[in-house]
Each structure stands twice: as C-alpha cells, then as structure tokens.
C-alpha cells in the first residue's frame, strides 16, 4: 500500500469531513496533504497540485509563507494565547490599531472572535442588542439576500439563504425577511447597473413594509461566494447604504470572504464608497495560517452598551480562544506583506492573466457565463446557451471537473456547476496558464454529453 493510501484508508477510519456526503469517499479519493510550499500542494508521495481555491479563500500569501511563518514561531516562543477578559497583549492591540487603520472610516472598535460564523452571530446579537439599549425592542427581524451564505451555525445559518446548507434544520432556525439578490448571472455588463436599480426597488419595499421592525441587513458585498460566485455591482452597495440610512437599519457587511484584497480592493465595501455598521472579517485575515475573526462596528454601536454592569447592557459573549496571540501575530504579518510591495496593483495584472487564459471558452456551447472581479473568476457550466438552460445539480458535473483536475495537479473545487479560480496572491502566469488550461480541459470532459 503506498503512502497516500495508508493515510487515506485510517482517515475513513476516524474522521468525518466537512461539507462532504461521507458516502462519496467510497469512489471519491480524499488528497493527503503533506506539506503546501506557495501555491502548490505536495502529497504524501510528491506529486504536487496547485491549490487554485486558497484552500477554501483562506489562504493570501502561499502555504508556509516565510514571513508569517517567523511572526508565528516568533510569537510562540513568547506568548501563545492568554484570556482576553481583563487581560490585554500587544498583538491583540496593534492588530486592533491596523484593522480600524485600513478598514473604512467610522469602523472603530474590533471584536475578535475565532471563526467566520462567530463573527456573524457577533454582528446579529450585537446590532439586536444595540437597538434593545436605545429602547426600539420591536426591531427582531434580519434581512438577508436570496442565495447567500453567512456560515453554518444555526444563527448564521438562519441568515443564509443557500438550501443545501439550511434545509434539515428549517424547524430549528431564526426567519428572515429574504431580499432577491442583485445578482448578475449572465447579463452584460452595461446591465449591470439597472438590474441593482430594480434589486433595490425590492428591497425599499421591505424596508417600508417592515419599519421599525429590522434590526440588519446582511449582505456579502459584491460577490455571493458560497453561493456559485455568483457577483453583482458596487452602485447596490451604495444604494443599500442610502436606504440603511432612510429607514435607520443597520448594515451588517460580511466581508469574510471578499476582504482583503480580492475584489481588487482591500475591501470590497470601498468600491460603493461605502463603510456598514458593522463588518465580518476572518477567511484571509490570518493569511490562512490559524482560526481568528474579528467584528469592526463604530464608537456609536460600543457606546449604546457602555453601562453599570447590573444593567444587562453589556455584550456579554465570549468565545475561548478570542484574540489568540498566534493568530494576532500571522494576521499583523500577513497585513505587513500587503505593505512591502503593492499587492492591489499586482493582482490586477494577474487577474487580467486570468481573463486572458479562459478566453478560448468564450464561445464554448455550455459555458454560459464567464465573470470576474478582481481575484476571483468563475465559469458556469449550462446544458444550453440560448435560451440558457441549466444542468441539474444532480448531474454532479462540477465533481467531473475536479476529479479530472485533481488528477492533472489543480486543486479545484467547483459548486455545482460553477467552476472558479481563487488562487493565492503568489501565483504567477505560467501557473495561471496550467490552472486555466486543466479546468477548461475538464469542462470540455465534463459537458461532453
Ligand atoms: C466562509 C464564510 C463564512 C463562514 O466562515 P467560517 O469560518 O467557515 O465559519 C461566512 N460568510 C462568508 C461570506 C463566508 O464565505
């Protein structure tokens, strides 16, 4: 038995993996990871893969980045984790101090938490508390866009709208009002802004017909990930701020998995010029190293609760590892490299690469959208181009497409039938060539029939 297979056969043994129907493993081979240099993956017997999805759009600087690497070890050798209830580190308040630097302005207090669900359950309890300490109990409800993905935690899950994730625990879960999404699923681009227009319409009408009984909003800003990719414009972040504003809702911008860099700018609420109420980071702010997530929200927010202890106004929520100084030393590391060279400005060039190198499928028959913002890309595979036709789900061709990337060497990982690339800030254009060209190798296999 070789090494891969060892591992593999004592991991069905005793793991359960996420996101994953356990069953598929009985055809599907699990990749045994050993150790991850840059962009590229190494298995437990040397062939090597591109990891083109940032391992799950964590990941920013490559797997073991030097420079985050020595800010861990560094730290470990000092001060490993501590409370953050009474207790103070240094970590925990430069990284504060650069989180409300670079973030947008009135984003002014940070909350760390440990893992991107947590952040959002921060943001609904604290922004339900805010309007409870200022006496409009009756605001209860969240409003959420149609297709989105807040997290599995059943507070975060109730804010999400993706039915594969959410359907067994309907019983279980918060209601939210559901907006329909401003996606832009294959219309061209001088469309982009009327449709937001007609999305926004929708939602003044929630708005209207629910006052004074909102709390929030949530919304991934520009591209709904979990959700297929699926990506809209920056004039419906900037109407959605005007509207928060007329009918006093909060904006609670999750930013998990589109902050830091990705969109094309450090995050993407800059590009409606807009800053929420509140904004859920984690994802790339470690620089995929460890778990940490942070909540930023204003001075007004924190003040609503600054009170006697006996009054309950205090936002009593913890989770153990909050503000853990490893995590603190990889997230000020990984932010110290957006510093030493103009990170934004060099992605543009490699998104530009990435467009360049899935030109051949523009008139491919069944891919019925190709669209882009900043670092992430996606193509949708359909059954028909005009009048489009989806695939259904069922027909797993995303799975096609990843068995046969995985075995040329990319780490893909389709939703459903949206291939997308991903890929960490290191990549360079000939690896951009071989990512492109084995995914669209695997496309063409997988809409063969
Ligand atoms: C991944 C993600 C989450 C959940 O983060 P976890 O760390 O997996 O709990 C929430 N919102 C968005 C937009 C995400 O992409």
């Given amino acids: 038995m070789g090494k891969n297979e060892e591992i593999r056969k004592r991991d069905l043994n005793v793991l359960w993996h996420p996101t994953t129907q356990m069953k598929d493993h009985e055809w599907l081979q699990l990749l045994p990871v050993k150790s991850g240099q840059g962009v590229w993956l190494e298995d437990m017997e040397g ?20 420079h985050i690497s020595a800010a861990v ?34 984003l002014e207090r940070v909350f760390f938490a440990d893992s991107g669900s947590s952040a959002v359950e921060i943001s609904l309890k604290m922004s339900f508390h805010y309007w409870r300490n200022i006496g409009e109990e009756g605001r209860v409800r969240f409003v959420t866009l149609s297709n989105s993905y807040h997290g599995d935690t059943l507070g975060a899950l109730s804010v999400g709208d993706a039915g594969l994730f959410k359907a067994a625990y309907e019983p279980l879960l918060m209601e939210p009002l559901v907006a329909p999404s401003p996606d832009c699923f294959a219309l061209p ?80 609420c800059e590009q409606g010029g807009i800053a929420p109420d509140f904004m859920c980071l984690s994802k790339g702010l470690t620089g995929g190293y460890l778990p940490m997530s942070a909540v930023m929200t204003s001075q007004k927010v924190y003040e609503a609760f600054y009170d006697e202890y006996t ?37 543009r060039l490699l998104a530009a690469q990435m467009l360049e190198a899935v030109s051949p499928m523009r008139d491919h028959a069944h891919v019925g959208d190709i669209r882009q913002t900043g670092m992430i890309l996606a193509l949708e595979m359909v059954a028909q181009r005009e009048p489009m036709i989806q695939y259904d789900w069922k027909q797993r061709r995303g799975m096609q ?31 951009i060539k071989l990512m492109a060209n084995v995914a669209m190798a695997g496309i063409d296999l997988a809409t063969r029939d």
């Fill in 311 to 347: 009054t309950l106004r205090g936002f009593l929520h913890s989770h153990s590892y909050t503000g853990n100084a490893l995590a603190c030393a990889a997230a000020l590391a990984t932010m110290e490299l957006f510093e030493q060279r103009d990170v934004l400005a060099d992605n």
């Fill in 189 to 268: 681009p001088e469309q982009w802004d009327a449709h937001a227009a007609e999305r926004l319409a929708d939602m003044r009408e929630i708005f209207a017909n629910h006052e004074g009984e909102i709390s929030a909003v949530i919304i991934e800003p520009l591209v709904q990930c979990a959700g297929g990719m699926r990506m809209y414009p920056p004039s419906y972040l900037t109407g959605l701020r005007a509207l928060c504003d007329e009918f006093r809702v909060h904006l609670i911008a999750d930013e998990i998995a589109v902050g830091f860099g990705r969109t094309g700018r450090m995050f993407a």
């Fill in 47 to 66: 062939k090597r893969y591109i990891d083109a999805i940032s391992s799950w759009w964590v990941n920013l600087f490559g797997h073991a980045n030097p």
């Fill in 73 to 106: 070890s560094e730290q470990a050798n000092c001060l490993e984790h501590v409370i953050l209830a009474g207790v103070t580190h240094e970590p925990a308040v430069r990284l504060a101090e650069k989180l409300v630097e670079i973030t947008p302005p009135g």
């Fill in 401 to 431: 497409v990843y068995q046969y990337a995985m075995a040329q060497g990319i780490l893909l990982r389709p939703i459903g039938n949206v291939v997308y690339f991903m890929p960490p800030y290191v990549i360079n254009a000939d690896e």
